[in-house]
């Protein structure tokens, strides 16, 4: 019998004869060479008996080659055993090489890149890791804050969330793997740890109880939901996140695959308004961040908590930023907003034109927070305290 007739007739003998598998199938995945091989042979025969493909999509890979492109071979010792990496790395890494790799071409894999992947992977294990801490004392049925009464900051997060999953979920669709992981390994680095996870340390440990359950919120959505975007790939670390985290009711906490992918949730969206408030904001943090950093290498501080920072930009940017509480947002002890004009380092390419004046903050340092603040010592009962801080802890 000829073997492409024996091959391509397997729609026939397998999934036809069995109700429980689908014909056409979903998908048929192999090399690159099967165009003219199976997956031409599986279509001439289905359609000659049945006058349909035997498949409604087909996805081709490349080979496995070493670190240098090279074909592996036991002669070369340049063969990477899947065993190893496995006892090495664990089998998330693994699988993480997989997802990681366009399939379409040639998958390099070698001990280096191994290496270098598995620091990617720390850095999305951290992110979540830190969530959860951060979650210890979050009962979700108890605590979880509506959205429309979420801190501005919060929101944010939660549309900047949203917009990775609709990422997540289409990059899945098209069988692309591997924007799925630069796409969550982005998130976790930009938005989360360079971002949103800096900024609310300060609330997290400092806040009072309304604003850290607000931030609480936002992290247990976004853990929740990014949780269930990476069990495809990363399918033992989800679930020894999704068994260490509380859950909502109506959630199934038995398994994390037995839940619904996030989708394109109304309740995190943000109006365009809202959007081109929040780009102009993120650009003005970043020349800031920019500023305090040629600051600190010239010698003006050591940490930006220890800075005064005076932006000087036009009236209507003024009107802008008027309310906005830039020092949080920028992480420094203070920032002034004027019209005039100011000797600093002027920011031509932010959206919000700038000239950013650094200065080391000499009012006292509040031991709580570390901000440095005029307003110490007001409270009689909490003398060592910023204002802030001595109403958290008199509550």
Sequence with gaps: MDVWFDSGSTWAAV??????????????LEGGDQYRGWFQSSMLTSIAVNGVAPYKQIATHGWTVDGEGKAMHKSLGNAVSPDE???DYGAD?????????????????????????????????????????????????????????????????????????KTARAAYDRYEFHAVYRAVY????????????????????????????????????????????????????????????????????????????PGDNAAFALDAAAKERWAKLVSLRDAVNKALENARNAGVFKKAQDTDVTLSVSESDAAFLAGVDLASLCIVSK?????GAVEGEKSEDCLIPCTIAVALDESPKCPRCWNHSEHIGIDGHHNQLCDRCAAVVGE
């Excluded at 920032?335 to 019209?339: G, I, L, Q, S």
């Design 335 to 339: 920032v002034t907003v004027t019209t």
């Design 85 to 87: 990496v496995i006892k």
């Design 15 to 28: 999934a036809a004869e069995r109700p429980y598998l689908k014909y056409p199938a979903d998908l048929y």
């Design 186 to 261: 982005n998130f976790c680095v930009v938005d989360m740890s360079n971002f949103y996870l800096d900024i609310i340390k300060d609330r997290l440990y400092c806040g009072a109880e309304a604003e850290r359950r607000s931030a609480q919120t936002a992290l247990y959505h976004i853990l929740d939901g990014m949780t269930r975007l990476i069990a495809p790939i990363l399918a033992f670390t989800s679930d020894e996140i999704w068994h260490a985290m509380r859950h909502a009711q109506g959630v199934n906490a038995e398994s994390v695959l037995f839940n619904d992918m």
């Design 93 to 165: 890494m693994l699988r993480l090489w997989v997802a990681s790799a366009d399939y379409t071409q040639d998958m390099r894999i070698s001990k280096d890149i191994m290496k270098q992947l598995s620091q990617a992977y720390l850095k999305i294990r951290n992110t979540a890791r830190y969530m959860l801490g951060n979650l210890c004392d979050f009962e979700p049925d108890r605590d979880l804050v509506p959205a429309e009464h979420l801190m501005e900051l919060d929101r944010y997060a939660l549309h900047t969330f949203n917009e990775l999953a």
